[in-house]
C-alpha cells in the first residue's frame, strides 16, 4: 500500500470516534472484557465448548457460547464433538431425571477441568448458557462452580398492547415490533433479536397482541402470522399466546350471541382452540380482558367471571391451554370506591374456576400508579391461582422522557407481606404458589418494547424488562444485584461509572414519585392521555377517571379515608395490614393519603406539617433531576457516546416536565391549603393557569 494511503488509513482509525452503539444489542453486548488478566483466566478455564447435540435449542446454547465467549474474551472458542482427556472446557449434559432442578432449572458445576452445564431439558441447558455468559460479562468468578437455579415461577410472560395495525397502546418506544402485513411470509431478523433477549433472562411466553383485543387475530389468516411467530420463538423456549375478544363467537363466527352457557358458544371456542392446537401445538392460551373499559364479556349476558373464563379453559384444556384471566374491572361508581372493585368482584368467586385459570392482577388495586399498596387479591384467593401483572411501558412514569428504574416497585410489592397465613406470607410467596399450593404461577411485564432501534425508547428503560426476567425467574433478588448485572451488560463494567449509574437508578423511581404523587397521592395525571399533571380535573367520561375523585382535597385536608369511617377498602386486607394502615401514626408516608384524609396541619413523623411536607416532596423531587444530569455527567468518558447524549437530552426534558408537574400541584392544592410555601421554597413564577396551559405545549389535548 502507498505511504500516503497507509498514513490515511492509520489517522483514519486512530481520530475515528469509537463505534457508537445505539442500544440495540441489549443485554447481549458480549464487548471484549478489558481486564487482560481476567480475559486470560476465562480463557484458560473455557477455551473449548464440547456438543454434538442437534436439538435446535442446544445448538442456539452452543451458538451463543461459542459467540458470546469469542468476542468477550477476544479469541475464538472452539466447539468440538468431545474434550479429551483433561481437556478443559464447557460440556452439556441433559439428564430427564437430574435432581434438584425443575423442568426449566440448570446446574453449572465444576467438574475436575470442565464447566458442566445440566439441565432436564434443552430449555435448561439454554438458560444455563446465558447464566455463564452473565457470570462473564458482570466478571464473576468460575472458579469451582456449584450453583443450582431453577424458576420460582412457571409462566414469565411479556404482555403486548400491539394492535393489528401496528400501533401500541401506551407503547413509547415506536411501532409494533410485529409487522403483520410482512407475516407469515417474511420474518424480521428481529424477532429472533426478541427472543433471544427474552430467552437470556428467563422469559419463556408472550403475548403478542393487546388485551383490548381485536377478533381479527383468531381468523385463519391471523393464526397463520401467529404460527410464524410462534416458530421463530419456540426453539428459544418461548410460546405464544393470544388475547382474545369475548365476542369473537358473534363477531367471527356470526352467531347471534357470545354468551358462555350457549351450547353453540361453547362448541365455537372448543373448535377455535382445536384449530389453534393444529397449527400450534405448543401454543400457551388465551388472555382476557372481559367486562372492563367497554370491552365484551360474560356479563352482558347475565353471566359471570367463572362462566365466561370456564368456558374458554374447557375450550384449551384438552390441548394443555391455560386461560389468563384479568381481575382489572370497575364499574363507574360515583360514591364508590375503585380500589375495592376487583377484589370484590373476584374474592367470592374464588375456588369456582377450572384449574387451567389463573386470575391475572394488576400490582396495585387502581392502575399501575408510580406507587401503590399491593392489591389485596395477592393473599386473598386461596384456590385459584392469582398471577402478577407489572407494567413495564411507563404509561404513568412519563413515558420515554422519565429514567424510572422500575425493579425497586417490583421489589415492594413483591416483599409486602399480605399475612394471608401469618407473618412471612410475601407477595412472592403468594405468587410462586409456597402460600397456597397453586397448579399455575406467573408473573408478567405489560412489554415496553417498540421498533425503536434501542427497542425501549429512553436507554435506561431497557433494565425494566431485564428486571422483570429476572424477578420473574427469582422473586426474591434485589433491585440492587439487577442494576449491577444489567449496567455491566449493557452499559459498562468501569468499577466507578457502575457505582454511580447505580445510584441513580436506585433512586429515580423514588425522585419520579416525589415530584409527582409524594405521601400517596395517586392519579394525578392528565385525562386519556395519562402524561403530565391534571390535579385539577373534575370532569371526564367516568367519575373515576378524574384527579378529584382520589386526593380529595379540601379547605381541611387531602387524601382518600379508606379506613372504616372512609370507603373502607381497608377491610380487604388481612387484619394485621389492616391494622398497620388503619393508624395515620403507623401507615407508611408512602401510603399515608393512599388510606387517609389528613389535615393540612398535621404534623407527619418527618417533624413538618402535611402542607410543607408535601412542598418539600414536590420540590426536592424536582431538585433531584438536576442531580441525576450532574451524576450522569460524571460517566461520560465511561459510556457509549450515543447513549450518553441521548440520556443526557432525556434528562433535560425530564428536568423540564419535573418542574411542571411541581408547578401544577403546588399551585393547585394551595387554593385548598391557603398557606404559604415554607422555607427556603419560592413561589413558582408561573401562575397556575399559565400550568393549566401548558398541556397544549405538549400537543395532548
Ligand atoms: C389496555 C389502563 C390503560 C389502558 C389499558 C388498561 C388495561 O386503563 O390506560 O390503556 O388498556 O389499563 O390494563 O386494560
Redesign the pocket.
Known sequence: MPKFRLFLLLYTLITAPAWADDGYRLWLKFDLIEDAALRQKYLSQVPTIASTSTHPTVQIAVEELRQGLGTLLGKPVAVKPALGANEKGISFKLNPTESGISEEGFKLQTVGGTLQLIAQTERGLLYAAYELLRRVQTGTSLEKLSVTSSPRIQLRLLNH?DNHVGTI??GYAGMSLWKWYELPERLDPRYTEYARANAAIGINGTVVN???ASARFLTDEYLQKVKALADVFRPYGIKVYLSVNFASPRILGKLKTADPLDPDVRAWWKQKAADVYTLIPDFGGFLV?AN??GEPGPMDYGRTHVDGANVLAEAVKPHGGIIMW?S?VYEPDPKGDRFKAAYDEFKPLDGKFHDNVIIQV?NGPI?FMPREPFSPLFGAMTQTPVSMEFQLTQ?YLGWATHWVYQAPLFEEVLSADTHAKGPGSTVAKVLDGSVYKYPITSMVGVANTGSDRNWTGHPMAQANWYALGRMAWEPTLASEQIADEWVKMSLTRKPQAVATIKNIMLKSREIYVDYTSPLGLHHLMGEGH?FGPEPWLNKARRPDWTAVYYHRADSLGLGFDRTARGSNALSQYAPPVQQQFENPATCPLPYLLWFHHVPWTQKLSTGRTLWNELVHRFYSGAEQVKWMQNEWNKVKKDVDSEIFANVAGRLLTQEKEALWWRDACVLYFQEYARQPLPAPYQKPNRTLEEVKNLVDIYHLR
Open positions: 398492547w397502546e401506551r393487546n388485551v383490548n380482558k372492563s373499559e384479568r382489572f394488576k392502575d404509561e395519562h
